[in-house]
């Protein structure tokens, strides 16, 4: 329990302190939108290769009649841009989780070190192929889950809305959604243990897999708190701004009171501003509080890691001052590098080493590529 509270102090401090680390997913998600524009042209394209026909039924009313090969086509890019959009998201978590790692093992019992945001970037190059193969998996299961509603939708509708047919199609939709919650989970755990020790796609898993067996208590118990924290975060972002879009509404611009100078009547519901603040409110809380569940798991991964390294004492060697003493950091007793190195000096009256903010791990990709 101890340590899951240290993970969710170290991530909230690695957020606090890293705050280019927001820019991340909109770099992404602009990536994204790009290729979801491209893909729009390219796609109109090859809907344009089929035959039109006049519809005479309706005014200028066209009817396009899908060729095989074309419908293909359209298939094979439908999945493609699936695979593109999961691949830039995954890009995203790791970028995030190699900074939280740089963040954990540049730092000490007596240095809170800084992120090495840019690492991450180079970081998806060189693993580009454990991002695709991941973002493959998750692809298939989005298309898979796609084709799926579009045919069930169909046999509901041929059996005339027949209630054992919904029921059947409500559970297999629950099990596919359930499949890509696993293998989702799978994936983010394999890149954790990548941004932290390296290696392939699958020998990440298959080691975040042990690693989690083996420190399941402390995963669960992080992750679960996290996810509170999460839920209330988002609560809290999307009430707090519709209540201020509703007094900003009542009290400043006085939308519900009638203005006879100007002829603008009085607003007579405010549901619509209020939803649609909510939602966009709902987005962006989910960018950027949804960081601090993938902080935890990078944290959560190096703490294991370094544990495990340092079997003797049971304890974490690196990590934030948090994981050393988080008693006296609570109390106000904790000491920065430089109160620390002074403290040294006093006493024994000479100089002392700051500890080195760029230490690495030789036994990690990051200082095997990075270096």
């Not at 020998?203 to 209330?232: D, E, G, P, R, Y």
């Not at 519709?242 to 007579?268: G, H, L, N």
């Not at 002074?342 to 270096?371: A, C, H, W």
Request: with cysteine; net charge negative; aromatic share 12%.
């Amino acid at each position: 329990m101890k340590v899951a509270i240290d993970v969710l102090d170290a991530s909230a401090d690695f957020l606090a302190k890293t705050k280019r680390i927001i820019a991340v997913p909109f770099i992404f998600f602009f990536l994204s939108l790009v290729s979801v524009l491209i893909w729009a042209g390219s796609m109109a394209a090859v809907v344009s290769m089929n035959d039109i026909q006049v519809n005479e039924s309706i005014p200028q009313g066209k009817t396009l009649i899908w060729d095989t090969n074309v419908k293909y086509m359209a298939l094979y890019m439908f999945f493609g841009i699936l695979w593109v959009t999961a691949f830039f998201e995954y890009c995203s978590t790791f970028v995030v989780m190699v900074s939280s790692c740089t963040y954990y093992w540049n730092s000490d019992a007596h240095f809170d070190g800084s992120a090495e945001v840019g690492v991450g970037f180079s970081a998806c190059v060189s693993h580009a192929g454990s991002l695709a193969i991941g973002s493959f998996i998750i692809a298939v299961i989005r298309f898979i889950r796609i084709v799926f509603m579009y045919l069930a939708r169909q046999a509901e509708q041929q059996s005339g809305d027949n209630p054992v047919v919904k029921g059947i199609v409500r559970c297999a939709e629950c099990i596919l959604a359930c499949i890509e919650k696993i293998c989702n989970y799978i994936n983010e755990s394999a890149y954790a243990y990548q941004a932290c020790a390296g290696g392939s796609f699958c020998s990440s898993a298959w080691n975040a897999f042990l690693l989690q067996v083996k420190h399941m208590a402390k995963f669960t118990f992080a992750q679960l708190i996290a996810k509170i924290f999460i839920l209330l975060g988002k609560v809290g972002i999307v009430a707090g701004n519709m209540v201020s879009c509703y007094f900003i509404m009542d009290k400043v611009f006085k939308d519900f009171e009638d203005d006879p100078s100007s002829d603008d009547q009085a607003v007579t519901s405010a549901a619509a501003p209020l939803v649609a603040v909510g939602l966009l409110s709902f987005l962006t809380a989910s960018i950027f509080v949804g960081l601090l569940d993938t902080v935890v798991l990078a944290l959560l991964t190096c703490v294991a890691i370094d544990i495990d390294n340092n079997a003797a004492t049971g304890k974490p060697a690196k990590g934030p001052p948090t994981f050393h003493n988080a008693t006296d950091k609570m109390h106000g007793d904790f000491k920065t590098a430089d109160e620390h190195g002074e403290m040294m000096m006093e006493e024994e009256g000479g100089d002392r080493d700051v500890p080195s903010i760029n230490y690495k791990i030789k036994d990690t990709f990051l200082y095997q590529v990075f270096r």
